[in-house]
T-cell receptor, first 113, second 116 residues
């Protein structure tokens, strides 16, 4: 089984709908992240969490919210989806100590019509 | 401010050619980490290498090699004898220690296409 899983893998929704993207990990890492990837822009950080009680905004948090339900689960919500939130979303985890690499989930492709 | 520039948007080569992907970074910190990730057509992100700012030794792993030069703020990636399976988007990323946020700042990526 994959260490970092994301559900759903693909989602098409309409403008104004609320949508939640879920991330689960079995790596036992404290740190979790949400990124979005847009063509030609690379990956940009939306939110990150150092533990269940420590959640921080990234560079593009407007229009998004997150919930860290447990060490292993980190959800991203779009309260009222808009077309420019159409993107590929990645969840990532990292071991807390040092500056080790981040491990990424398979991604969720979200389309907002 | 921290920044990562991958000036090559797309590179096309024929199998067995060597190819170098460029990465130039900007940082005010003296302690930082550089990474390369591979994103194959299937879409996942695969970690390739991490290098800290105090270790300027070049690294070789099979057909992959990395050249880190602090003097030019570059961390270039070379694939020797490229293969079709190397076709992917490659991202360079920077993490600064000073902020203790371990945010990864990604470049915009270089799409490598290797033709048979």
């Amino acid at each position: 089984d994959a260490d970092v899983t994301q559900t759903p893998r693909n989602r098409i929704t309409k403008t104004g709908k609320r949508i939640m993207l879920e991330c689960s990990q079995t790596k036992g890492h404290d740190r979790m992240y949400w990124y979005r990837q847009d063509p030609g822009l690379g990956l940009r950080l939306i939110y990150y969490s150092f533990d269940v009680k420590d959640i921080n905004k990234g560079e593009i948090s407007d229009g998004y919210s997150v919930s860290r339900q447990a060490q292993a689960k980190f959800s991203l919500s779009l309260e009222s989806a808009i077309p420019n939130q159409t993107a590929l979303y990645f969840c990532a985890t990292r071991e807390g100590q040092g500056f080790n690499e981040q491990f990424f989930g398979p991604g969720t492709r979200l389309t907002v019509l | 401010a921290q920044k990562v520039t991958q000036a090559q948007t797309e590179i096309s080569v024929v199998e067995k050619e060597d190819v170098t992907l460029d990465c130039v970074y900007e940082t005010r910190d003296t302690t930082y980490y550089l990474f390369w990730y591979k994103q194959p057509p299937s879409g996942e992100l695969v970690f390739l290498i991490r290098r800290n700012s105090f270790d300027e030794q070049n690294e070789i792993s099979g057909r992959y090699s990395w050249n880190f030069q602090k003097s030019t703020s570059s961390f270039n990636f070379t694939i020797t004898a490229s293969q079709v399976v190397d076709s992917a988007v490659y991202f360079c990323a920077l993490s600064e220690a000073i902020y203790n946020t371990d945010k990864l700042i990604f470049g915009t990526g270089t799409r490598l296409q290797v033709f048979p």
